[in-house]
């Protein structure tokens, strides 16, 4: 058959076709597709103008691209095939604009031979590529339907590439959208953050601004403004002492019903008015529903009390007469409304009766009916006090006079300041002046603002006799536990204070208080300007009038302070010459107890490795686990029976009952040894006397053979050319060198 060979039924391998009962998806369908198509471009012959009919000839109905019977095969070629999906062999692609081709491999075979599901792929003239869905599984239908544009039921080339245009276009604007919904998200949270962050804001600011621009306060019952001055309300009410009664303008009078009046045992008693009776800056006299009178004078006593007459059984008492304070709201109070004339008339009325014009009115336990006369009083603004008082001499005083007034704020310390009232004095919203009670040493001092003496009658401070007093320097000052943890005691430390200093006040102090005990801690600001001799010498004349007064004396050494490491020398120095005077003082006093005891603080807090935690921020005062344990080693010291015969303790243990002194000491900076000390002859004899020293490097650097350097054993501390520590020279004289310090004993 012209060159061709015809194949037998019994061979025929199937036509292309897609087994659509796999789990293959039709992504994958289509993929085989174009391989298809991809080969058949590739294999196609042109076209020889074969007739419509001849394509339809065919023995499946299928004609090769070149017109020839599909069913026969040109000897020697091998014919593109399509693979049913699944098998061994790559499907040919689906190109785009070019003719299907059919499956040019398969012989020509019988129709009634097809297998029933597969897939023909058609060539027309004008080489255009469809699917038929009819020879497609109804399963499928719905997953390509989209892609038949006009519902014809066959699927183009042309309207597969338009319907999968139209989707990436879809899902590349879906995406799009995607983004520009999370950046709308991303947008609106930002802007509600701060949003939110605007809204705090603007609720701060305006706090502020209204915290800030706030000018009134409340002063006892009444409204005032920043100028002191009472702020006119109707609803205001105020509590006023009876005798007020008289300044007031007349149309108050008319307000009283009812009278609360002190009794004799401290009750209040609430009576209502019968009758009222005032003469103008002159006298006031209410009587009560029950036949009693309360009534103010100027004439009697200048109008400093209130006299009550009450019948007998007059709520199951017995009735009687007694008087209160004029200037006590609560003694004898009537309520009124508040007004600036009502302000201006109660100034008029303290006036009178002694308060200051806009001072503060009696309290109520002020009020004690046998009371004759306040004892103690805040004077007006200024430097003096009122007549029949006088100066408080003493801290512990100003603190007793302070516990009997009703001031918001309480001690704060003590001073000697020329700028500021002598004795006693209580600030409150004065510049300058922290709020509370001061007692200045100064005498006269002078006014300052609004400052205002506390003052107290003549002989209040007679019988303020105390357990302990504390007096010194800023260690004694910032002692804040001293009156808590020793009861009847009183604290005078001055920050800043010398030996010299308090030599200048103990006097008043020791012959007010009376104390059995003065702690006194001194000596530490003096070594900042002076040697350690006189500085010692100002020490035992403080001692020295403690004695005399019959009191004992109790010293706290100085401290191992990180932040004057180059004073530590001197300050062990001074601390020597005060043990040696307090074993010399015991030895002279025997049997009787030792009159000066010291603490070692120096030692035990270098054995403790003198941590940062036993100081305040400025490494130089204590903080309170620093005075945790001046607190425990002085209650020691003081309460312990062993005091009688211990003259020096350290960390809480006595260690010198005074029956031998110190056995190695350090000299001051030179190259001699205090008298009755000699030089250490061995450096064994250097090492071992550094167990008995408090030094802040206390390590054994070496010995030596130099004649620059203190013979024998020397300190050195922040000395030019010396290594911080302890050194032996050998040196048969050696010589004195900057700081270096010799280290003696007996």
Known sequence: MDGRTSGGEGDAPPAASYDTSSSGSFDSFLGHIGEDANAATAGAKPDDGATEAEDKAGGDGAVAADGNDAGDVEEGTTAPSFVASGSAEPAPMLNSGNALLEHSKAPNVSSKRRISRRVSIVSSRTKSQQIDMADLPPDLHDAIKDFDEDGDGVITVNELVRVAVKKAKHEEESKLLKAQNELFKRAGIASLVVTLCLAALLIGVTTFVIYSSKDTYVEGHVAMNKDMQPLSMN?????????????????????????????????????????????????????????????????RDGGRDVLIKMPPNDGGKDGGEWTRPAGCESCTAVSITNSDEVRAALGEFNKVVGLPEKGRRLDNHECDASAEQQQVELAPVGNDCSPGYTKLT???????????????????????????????????????????????????????????????????????????????????????????????????????????????????????????????VCGENDLNDQGVTKTFEDFQAVIQKILNSGARALYLGTKPEPSTRDMHAKYQRYD????????????????????????????????????????????????????????????????????NVCVRWKNNVCDDTGATTQDVVVAQAGNVCPAGYTKLATAQGCQDAMGQLSLSNSYFQGTETDSNWPRGCYYCNDVAGCTDGVWFNSHSVGNANGGAMPICGR
């Not at 008693?269 to 029950?290: G, P």
């Not at 001690?411 to 300058?432: I, K």
């Open 576 to 643: 020597a010459e005060i043990w040696n005077y307090a074993d010399a003082l015991a030895a002279s006093s025997s049997p009787e107890p030792a009159p000066l005891t010291v603490i070692d603080v120096h030692a035990a807090f270098v054995f403790f490795f003198n941590p940062n935690s036993l100081y305040d921020r400025d490494r130089l005062h204590l903080s309170n686990r620093g005075y945790d344990y001046w607190n425990t080693w002085a209650t020691t010291a003081l309460n312990n029976p062993s005091t």
């Open 394 to 520: 003493t801290p512990q005083g100003c603190r007793v006079a302070l516990s009997q007034l009703s001031l918001s704020s309480g001690f704060q310390g003590s001073e000697r300041s020329r700028a500021w009232p002598g004795g006693c004095y209580h600030c409150d919203g004065v510049d300058d002046c922290i709020d509370g009670a001061w007692f200045n040493y100064r005498n006269p001092g002078q006014a300052n603002g609004d400052a205002r003496p506390i003052c107290a009658s003549q002989g209040f401070e007679d019988d303020l006799g105390i357990e302990t007093l504390f007096i010194g320097d800023s260690d004694i000052a910032r002692w804040e536990a001293s009156s808590s943890t020793f009861p009847n005691s009183s604290n005078g430390g001055v920050g800043g204070f010398t030996c010299d200093d308090v030599n200048g006040i103990i006097d008043a102090n020791l012959d007010t208080l009376n104390p059995n005990w003065v702690v006194v």
């Open 235 to 299: 609803v205001n009410m105020v509590t006023m002492s009876i005798g007020s009664l008289a300044f007031m303008p007349t149309a108050v009078a008319a307000q009283i019903r009812d009278v609360t009046i002190r009794g004799t045992d401290g009750e209040d008693i609430h009576l209502s008015r019968k009758s009222l009776i005032v003469k103008a800056r002159e006298h006031v006299i209410l009587t009560t529903t029950d036949g009693g009178e309360i009534s103010w004078s100027v004439e």
